[in-house]
Structures are given as C-alpha cells and as structure tokens.
T-cell receptor, first 115, second 109 residues
C-alpha cells in the first residue's frame, strides 16, 4: 500500500515556541492532505484539509493562525503549531490521498508534548 | 455524511473469526462504507470499503445488508496483532473522513 511518513515522531518543546511537523507521501503524489489531532483515549478529530498550491480549509473551531498548514508540493505538507501551550500537547496525524475518490493513507503520527 | 453506531468494545479469542457490526441506518445511496483500524499510538490503517456488494481482500471481508443500513467487518482468523480500535465510516467518495468512537477489539490468547 501507499506510504506516508511523518517527522518527527516525537517532539518536546517549551511553552511559547513553535513546532513544525512534516508529512510526506513517499510513493504517490498527494493532491490532498489532511491533518488530524487525537487526545488520549479519544477519536481522531479532523483539523484541516489542504490541497497542493492552495490555502488550507480549516474545520470549525480550529484556529488557522495557530495551526499553520503549508502544502507546497504534491508530496509534502507541513503543520506548524505556533506559540505552543501545554493544551496543544496531543497526537498529530496526517493523511494523504491521490484524489478525493481514493482511500486516505495515514502517517504514523507525531506526539507533541509542550512543557 | 451519515452517522454510524458501533459497540464500544468486543473481545475475540485468538484464531476465531471477529465479527464487528456497524449500523448506518441513514446512509444515502452514494455513500460508501469504509473501515479503518488504529493500533495503539499509530496512525489509522485502511482495511476495506464497499458500496453495496460484499467485499473481500487479504485483510478482511465486508458484508453489507441488502438495505445497506448495517454492515459487518469480518476478520476471519483473529491474531493478537489485530487488537485495535476499528472505525466504521460512511461517506461519499469526495467527502472527508470523520471518525466516530469506534469499537475497541481485544483479541484474547
């Protein structure tokens, strides 16, 4: 199956700093990438959808100025958590798809801890 | 997208078939049934999807009732590595995935 990677797998940062998470599709071109977050023992929550070369579409309640998404190429999307706070600590997961009528392929996730 | 209802948890003995039910009584004609699973601290993994016919692949079988209001995911010979949260999602091909609470399957030795 298609492979999606994320980097880093784990990151610890201090409150007030910014953290960038990368999502790459390794063996296909992803016209659309998605970012999710997951709190402990909870389900995945869709944060935003990004299409290559255009602005991301954010779900209701997700601050676009706090969670900056860039999808500059067909194989790379980045999520930057700006001015991170402890409540931003979570498991962040990306997914990618070659097209809207294909399955989504998920990355392994990035665990962010803000101290 | 139509909502789904799944039991919160199930147990299955190792080597036996695991049958995971899903109700989607408000599914519309152009919505597919997708199944994903998430092993602890990993990203979700696609399992199978279908529209109205039963489907089978190397991982599982998907049985969809004739009225499409419910479906069952079957893992024919469950192993300990199948312990995970299983998500049943209905959506059109073009729409996004929205995850519910899923079924936590525990495979018991």
């Amino acid at each position: 199956g298609a492979v999606v990677s994320q980097h880093p797998s784990r990151v610890i940062c201090k409150s007030g700093t910014s953290v960038k998470i990368e999502c790459r599709s390794l063996d296909f071109q992803a016209t659309t990438m998605f970012w999710y977050r997951q709190f402990p023992k909870k389900s995945l929550m869709l944060m935003a959808t990004s299409n290559e070369g255009s602005k991301a579409t954010y779900e209701q309640g997700v601050e676009k100025d706090k969670f900056l998404i860039n999808h500059a190429s067909l194989t790379l999307s980045t999520l930057t958590v700006t001015s991170a706070h402890p409540e931003d600590s979570s498991f962040y997961i990306c997914s990618a798809t070659p097209g809207k009528n294909y399955e989504q392929y998920f990355g392994p996730g990035t665990r962010l801890t803000v101290t | 997208d139509a909502k789904t209802t799944q039991p919160p948890s199930m147990d299955c003995a190792e080597g036996r078939a695991a049958n995971l039910p899903c109700n989607h009584s408000t599914i519309s004609g152009n919505e597919y049934v997708y199944w994903y699973r998430q092993i602890h601290s990993q990203g979700p993994q696609y399992i199978i999807h279908g529209l109205k016919n039963n489907e089978t692949n190397e991982m599982a079988s998907l049985i969809i009732t004739e009225d499409r209001k419910s479906s069952t995911l079957i893992l024919p010979h469950a192993t300990l590595r199948d312990t995970a949260v299983y998500y049943c999602i209905v959506k059109t091909g073009a729409n996004n995935l929205f995850f519910g609470t899923g079924t936590r399957l525990t495979v018991i030795p």
